[in-house]
């Protein structure tokens, strides 16, 4: 579920619909959990589909760290991509406002810690020398990103999070335990999914 202050909007003609901010949504807020109302296909499931199924799915899914395929059940679907994301997933099953995300700014997500299939070419950005998310990003770049969750996290307890009740209990736990410092954060990394190599036959 994607937080609350947030509604769908017509970005261009060359994204498409984006998420934006309704109001202030502070550093350190919770902007995403993973919930009841997000779908898992497995890609067993996924391949037994019809092509129209498949196609909207590999399009509006990201993959966990299982290889699974997550059909997120609001708008949060629609997030775009960017390099310098307003928005950053952690190891809890949610997603962390790594700077304030003021009312009519896009809610982002960089597409290289959702476990791509395939390079996803991206429009440039001033600031960043990247033209694709790669589906290795995450082993490049999660020490970028976890630098940031745990700049979020020193602002978690200072801000309102209208999600965290929806987070499941391990979770909620995990995560009030980093913000309370009493345990360190897992990283991003653990995200990732390793694809399998494929044997000769």
């Not at 109302?37 to 037994?48: G, N, T, V, W």
């Not at 970028?144 to 978690?156: E, K, P, R, Y």
């Amino acid at each position: 579920m994607i937080h609350p202050d947030t509604e769908l909007r017509f970005i261009s003609p060359e994204v498409g619909f984006g998420v934006v901010a309704t109001a202030l949504i502070p550093k350190g807020t919770i902007t995403w959990v993973f919930d009841s109302l997000d779908q898992i296909i497995s890609p067993a499931a996924l391949a037994l589909m019809h092509p129209l199924q498949q196609t909207f799915l590999e399009k509006y899914c990201y993959r966990d760290h299982h290889g699974d395929y997550v059909l997120c059940g609001d708008h949060s679907r629609f997030v775009n991509h960017s390099f310098r994301s307003s928005c950053i997933s952690t190891a809890y099953n949610c997603e962390l406002a790594v700077r304030d995300i003021h009312p009519g700014e896009e809610l982002t997500d960089d597409y290289g810690y959702l476990n791509l299939i395939e390079p996803f070419d991206c429009l440039p950005e001033p600031g960043s020398p990247r033209t694709q998310a790669l589906p290795d990003d995450l082993l490049r770049f999660h020490a970028h990103w976890d630098a940031q969750l745990l700049s979020a996290f020193t602002a978690f307890n200072r801000v309102a999070q209208p999600l965290l009740a929806i987070l499941a209990p391990e979770q909620r736990r995990e995560v009030l335990a980093v913000a309370n410092g009493q345990r360190p954060m897992a990283s991003i990394l653990n995200c990732y999914y390793q694809e399998k190599a494929t044997r000769p036959l």
